[in-house]
Structures are given as structure tokens and as C-alpha cells.
């Protein structure tokens, strides 16, 4: 449980900035290239993740170029470590955190944006003292729903970290091996503590959320 909450909490802080970054270009940039990295950020959630797993894998693995490239001169291994799980967390979860904050930048009005600009302000003091105290409801459900899909990650996890002791077993896999043990007992446990976990910090932020629109209402 606690190496599961410490891969969440630092998939979390991880994805935090670049949803941010991202969020805002998908938010407001005429790129052409912008429709291909959306759908790159929705991809998983639509793959299988064992399908997201095994690219992961084979990719990072080191009978392949960059695996091999990466253990050679950096020592860095990601397949089977806690470092890939880190990894696959981060891509597995980057849509939850960059949805909410790039819709709630797209709804924001133009006027904002523009009586920063005629202020003399540049786009990075625009976006994190202008723009980004005004979606701060997006950025909380961005950093809880990261939190709660990272925890109950099942399939990427397996595939590129494995099932080894104190570095990659997670309570997702811990739950997994406790049924196929017939130890419903404890799967129980991990499986109640992730469900109250997760309804809890939900609950939290719908209860937020509500009392933030209705200060703002208000005002």
C-alpha cells in the first residue's frame, strides 16, 4: 500500500506541470499539429492497457535500441523497476489530468487573456497568475482523479513493472495474487482501503467544486 500511494503521489506531482503545459496549448494553439497530440492524450484512455503495457515494454526493454541505449550510457533501466512504473503511470494517467485543465481553460472568457496582454503581461504570467487561479476547481479534480486512476492501474503496471516484492507490486496486483491465492481476506482489505480511498477524495472534490462555484456566484 505504501509503495502504491508513493507511485500515485509521484505520478501526480509529475503530471501536474505538464498538464498544465499542455493543457493550455491544446486549449489555445492553431498548431496543425494540435488535433494528433490530442488524440495522443486521449489514446489511453481508449487502449487496452495491456496493449499501452506492451509497447511500453517493448520499447524500454533492453534487447531494443532505446532500452539498450538507456542502460548503456545512462544506467537506467524501465522495464521491471520502480522507475518504468513511474513511467507507464504518467502515460497511463496523462489524460486525466490534462482534459479537465484544457476544457476549463477553453471556457474561460477571451476578455481575461486580453486585459492581461493590454497590461503588459507576457503568455507565462497570463496563464499562472491570470488564467490558472480561475480554473483552480479543474486543477484539483486534474491532481485527485490522476491520484485514484494511478492507484487502481492494473494491466500497465503488470506488463512493464511486473510483480517483484517492495519495488513494483502495487495493491492492484497485490489484490490479484491474493485472489488467485483464494485469500479473499486480505484482498478485502487492499480492495476496501482503494474503494474508500478513492470515494472519499471524490466526494471531497465534488463537495470543493460545489462550494467554489457558489462563492463565485455570489460574489
Not at 501526480?12 to 503545459?21: N, R
Not at 545512462?74 to 497511463?92: T, Y
Amino acid at each position: 500500500m505504501q509503495l502504491t500511494f508513493l507511485v500515485a503521489t509521484l505520478t501526480t506531482l509529475i503530471l501536474l506541470p505538464i498538464g498544465i503545459v499542455l493543457g493550455n496549448f491544446l486549449a489555445f494553439s492553431h498548431n496543425p499539429l494540435r488535433p494528433v497530440l490530442e488524440v495522443l492524450v486521449w489514446m489511453p484512455l481508449v487502449l487496452p492497457p495491456s496493449v499501452l503495457g506492451f509497447y511500453l515494454l517493448i520499447t524500454f526493454s533492453p534487447t531494443n535500441a532505446l532500452g539498450a541505449f538507456l542502460l548503456k550510457y545512462f544506467h537506467i533501466k524501465l522495464v521491471f523497476s520502480f522507475e518504468g512504473l513511474i513511467l507507464a503511470s504518467v502515460i497511463f494517467s496523462l489524460p486525466f489530468m490534462c482534459n479537465p485543465i484544457k476544457s476549463a481553460l477553453s471556457s474561460l472568457s477571451p476578455t481575461l487573456k486580453e486585459a492581461s496582454y493590454t497590461l503588459g503581461k507576457n503568455r507565462i504570467y497570463t496563464l499562472f497568475f491570470v488564467l490558472l487561479p480561475n480554473i483552480k476547481p479543474a486543477l484539483l479534480l486534474g491532481c485527485v482523479t490522476s491520484f485514484a486512476h494511478t492507484i487502481g492501474e492494473f494491466g500497465v503496471v503488470m506488463m512493464i513493472g511486473g510483480n517483484i516484492p517492495n519495488q513494483t507490486r502495487v495493491a492492484s496486483i497485490a489484490i490479484y495474487d491474493e485472489v488467485e491465492s483464494l485469500n479473499y481476506a486480505l484482498a478485502h482489505q487492499y480492495a476496501f482501503s482503494l474503494f474508500a480511498l478513492c470515494f472519499v477524495l471524490l466526494l471531497g472534490i465534488f463537495y470543493l467544486n460545489k462550494h467554489f462555484y457558489h462563492s463565485k456566484g455570489s460574489i
